[in-house]
Each structure stands twice: as C-alpha cells, then as structure tokens.
C-alpha cells in the first residue's frame, strides 16, 4: 500500500515501524495521515508476522499537533460534524497489539495525545510535550484532558493546559509521561531493541498485558483486578506458557510459537 503522509517499514521481520511524514509542516495531523495511520495500524495488527509496532516522527517532530491551517477555517459545524482527526480515533486504542512512541522534538497538542494513545513512550533527549491548544482558543479536543491527568497527575496537567507551556524530555519522564529517554542519536535504535524483546515473547501474553494494563484506566481497581486474573488463569491455556516455565526449570532459552 502507497501511503503520502505517512511511511512503513519492517524491522527484523517482525517489527513494523511507521513514521509521520509531513516534514513541511512538522507533521501536522490531518484527515488524509489519521486514514493512513489507521489503515497502516490494522494491517499490522491483522498480521500474524508482527508482534510490534512503532511510531515515530522525525527527528526535530513527532507531530506538533493538529493542522491549524486547516482548523483555522472551521465553524462549530464543521468541527462537529466533521469530526477532524479524531473521526478514526478509536481505531489506534483498537490495535490489540503492542504500539511504542519514539518521539523525538515536538509532540505537542494532537501531537502530544497520538503520543499518548501509544502504549508507552521512548523520548529522546530534545523531545518537548505539551498541549498548547490556549494559545489558540481552544482546549485538547483528542482526549489530552483526560489522559495527561491520568498519566501526570492534575498539577503537572492542568498547568500545561492552562498556561500553554512546553514540558522538556527530563520533565516529562520524572512526570511519568514517557517511560525512558535516550539520546537523540539512540531513539531509533532504543525503540527497536524494546520492540524487538517484546516481539521475543509470548504474541498472546504480550497482548493480555497490554490489555490488563489498559483496564487499570477504566471501571473500578476490583473490576481491574479481577479482569487481571482472569486473564492470567487462561494463560495456563497457551502452548507458550507451558514453553516459558519448561525452559526456565530446565535452564535453557525459551522458544515460543504464540500458540
Ligand atoms: C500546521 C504547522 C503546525 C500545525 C507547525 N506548522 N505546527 N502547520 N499545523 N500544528 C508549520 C509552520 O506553520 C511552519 O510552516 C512549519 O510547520 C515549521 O514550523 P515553525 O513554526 O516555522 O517552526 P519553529 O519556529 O521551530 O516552531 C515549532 C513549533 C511551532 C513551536 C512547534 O511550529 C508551533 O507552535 N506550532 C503549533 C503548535 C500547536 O499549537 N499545536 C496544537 C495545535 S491544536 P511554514 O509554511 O511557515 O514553513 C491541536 C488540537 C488537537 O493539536 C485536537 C484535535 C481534535
């Protein structure tokens, strides 16, 4: 498939990397790469040969938001009827496979919630986060009141809502918004290796984690919990469990088949 906005590619067979690519307006997202992203998306989650999938921008933007040449024409009913980026959303939260941000430079507003949509984010050095959507007069509108808060606490949140501010990669990981940072020239190299570790294990547990980590945003912690185990029983199912604890007893690498 021949995308415009967006570019693919495959890492070791296993590993799909998918990189924004409008580098003339710093990625800005529209319509035409949130339909690229969402068909590169469910392609390769639908592939049985992909066990990861990263995203990344480049090096100077992971995206700095939605594209505010486009929005600066809108009235409310084109913004609500139209639904701008968001109409496909859903689709990312969809993937039942693990997605990893690499971001490096500015991921900011859209930008900054397409980041947290990932399942978790690798910054590099000179990454920048921020939702700077009050300077325009206007608030986050892909979901960045809600999970900033829950991925930052509502100081650090509503502080960078309210005054427009940028949060530097050092900040942003003693926040708890991205899990590690590397520098700029190790991003790529960084965010493949964990792929790549990841795609090393059980398919099937590696997507119940993700799952059961999801839960922990949503219902009650007793809901979470309970989800959790139930999960962790079925896995006593799978040919890979029986795999993992054979070879750790018997002190030889694991080689599992995602059955
Ligand atoms: C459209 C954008 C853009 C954006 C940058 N560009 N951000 N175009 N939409 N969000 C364009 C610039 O107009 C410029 O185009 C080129 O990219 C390079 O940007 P510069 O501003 O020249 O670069 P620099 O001086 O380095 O500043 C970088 C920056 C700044 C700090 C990131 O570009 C900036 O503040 N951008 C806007 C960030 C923002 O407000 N994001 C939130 C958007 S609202 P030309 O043609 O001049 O070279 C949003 C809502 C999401 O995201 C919710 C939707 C449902």
């Given at each position: 498939?021949?995308?415009?906005?967006?570019t693919t590619r495959i890492e070791g067979d296993k590993v799909a990397v998918i990189t924004l690519n409008?580098?003339?307006?710093?990625?800005?997202?529209?319509?035409?790469l949130m339909d690229e992203l969402g068909a590169a998306l469910k392609g390769f989650d639908a592939d049985p040969a992909i066990g990861c999938i990263v995203l990344t921008g480049?090096?100077?933007?992971?995206?700095?938001?939605?594209?505010?040449?486009?929005?600066?024409k809108f009235s409310f009913a084109d913004a609500y009827k139209g639904d701008f980026i968001t109409r496909n959303w859903e689709t990312i939260r969809s993937i039942r496979k693990p997605v990893i941000a690499a971001v490096s430079g500015f991921a900011l507003g859209g930008g900054c919630e397409l980041a947290m949509m990932c399942d978790?984010?690798?910054a590099a050095d000179n990454a920048k986060f921020g939702q700077?959507?009050?300077?325009?007069?206007?608030?986050?509108?892909?979901?960045?009141?809600?999970?900033?808060?829950?991925?930052?606490?509502?100081?650090?949140?509503?502080?960078?809502?309210?005054?427009?501010?940028?949060?530097?990669?050092?900040?942003?990981?003693?926040?708890?918004?991205?899990?590690r940072v590397v520098?700029?020239?190790?991003?790529q190299d960084e965010a493949l290796g964990a792929a790549l570790q990841?795609?090393?294990f059980s398919q099937i547990a590696t997507m119940a984690a993700k799952e059961a980590v999801n839960r922990a945003f949503e219902g009650t912690l007793a809901d979470g919990i309970m989800f959790e185990r139930r999960l962790f029983h079925a896995l006593f199912a799978t040919t890979d469990q029986k795999e993992g604890m054979d070879a750790f007893v018997n002190k030889r690498a694991a080689h599992f088949t995602h059955q």
């Open positions: 498939m021949s995308y415009e906005c967006i409008r580098p003339k307006a710093l990625n800005a997202l529209n319509d035409q480049s090096e100077k933007a992971f995206a700095a938001g939605a594209d505010i040449t486009v929005m600066a978790f984010i690798i700077p959507e009050i300077k325009l007069g206007i608030i986050p509108g892909a979901g960045g009141t809600q999970r900033l808060p829950r991925a930052v606490g509502k100081a650090k949140a509503m502080d960078l809502a309210l005054t427009g501010r940028m949060m530097d990669a050092a900040e942003a990981e003693r926040a708890g918004l991205v899990s520098p700029l020239d190790k991003l990841i795609c090393a």
